[in-house]
């Protein structure tokens, strides 16, 4: 069973940039896809963005795209979510998780590993 242990939340202005990662501990990482989700008050989880399991190919939610970028270095087993142009709107908890395929999937049900997450606070 992986462990996914995400860090880098915290309160930023709007406009300001931020940068999760999310260290993986356990099986080979570099064999699956991962993701990143978040959940604001009162609505449901959402997808954010996945990347497959080389790093080549890379997915994007509407809401982020241009403005956040997903990564990874498999030799340190950490994927990372570089957040750029940050709004109010983003202000979630987000989770990264580990996906069942090498593939970079946007269901919730094709990741099977999740960390617990970490806060991220836009201000305007």
């Known amino acids: 069973q992986v462990e996914l242990v995400e860090s880098g939340g915290g309160l930023v202005q709007a406009g300001g940039p931020l940068r999760l990662s999310c260290a993986a501990s356990?099986?080979?990482?570099?064999?699956?896809?991962m993701g990143w989700f978040r959940r604001a008050p009162g609505k449901e989880r959402e997808f954010v963005a996945s990347?497959?399991?080389?790093?080549?190919?890379?997915n994007y939610a509407d809401s982020v795209k241009g403005r956040f970028t997903i990564s990874r270095d498999n030799a340190k087993k950490t994927v990372y979510l570089q957040m750029n142009s940050l709004k109010p709107e983003d202000t979630a908890v987000y989770y990264c998780?580990?996906?069942?395929?090498?593939?970079?999937?946007?269901?919730?049900?094709?990741?099977?590993?999740w960390g617990q997450g970490t806060q991220v606070t836009v201000s305007s």
């Open positions: 356990g099986r080979t990482f570099s064999t699956y896809s």
């Open positions: 990347i497959s399991s080389t790093g080549f190919l890379a």
């Open positions: 998780a580990e996906g069942y395929t090498d593939w970079p999937r946007t269901k919730p049900t094709d990741f099977g590993s």
